[in-house]
């Protein structure tokens, strides 16, 4: 019995670095499809994500040195705590995912821990349903794109939105951290930006600029890096196996088999 939990320990300890062994000797031999797809997801970036994410990561963290988000803790305080056990500021996340879609909410998220407006808990319940996809992925790419009809992409968005507050709403009862609250908001309170004027315009303005720039660079090598590891997984045939594999699961649901790929893909080319 020792042996065998020795074993699986193991395992277990070297399953990362046995990965990126594989992951760096597939790069060699599938070199020539993993330019093309690493050139593709560099397309996909500078093409799509970058036009419609980063004028709003732009936007939000000027938001971030106004008053609006205070403004908005203090007038739906009374619908975000009773509902989503959140802070009120929780809603400026909500709204500004609702609007501009992934992944502009988790990025406002993860800011309000680190300046101390949510606690580490508050900070898992809100990100379980403010990062969501935007009207123009949902409505344009997917109602008007893939199904032609404008209607349908509304439907979808008006159940995505729906299914989200559904989300939050069960994620209230996520762990209980009211002792923690009070000591980190005391603690990081001193780290929220000033609110912007004519006097510091220039300095936030190129603050706002750098740090959208490194979000969209991060966003670009996780682009660029999944699409590479599809690639070795066409090439090598795992994808395939993994789609024999959960395809008899997909028809015992009515689900047809031409949908595998794509759910483990992500699809990836039609972002």
Sequence with gaps: MYKIKWIVLKAKNMFIPVSICLFTVFLLIFSNANLLSAKKGLTLWANSVVPSLFPFFIATEL????????????????????????????????IMGIISGYPIGAKIVSKFKSEGICTNIEAERLIAFTNNSGPLFIIGTVGIGLFRDTNTGILLFITHILACL???FIFRWWKSDRKKRSFLLQESSSNIPSNISLSNLGEVLAHSIMSAINTIFLIGGFIVLFSVIISILENSKVLNLLIDFISPILSAFGVSVNYAKGMLTRNIRTY
């Design 166 to 168: 559904t989300v939050g």
């Design 63 to 94: 938001l971030g040195y106004t008053n609006v988000i205070s403004i908005l803790g203090k007038l739906l305080n009374k619908f975000m705590r009773p509902i989503f056990n959140v802070p009120g500021e929780g809603a400026f996340p909500f």
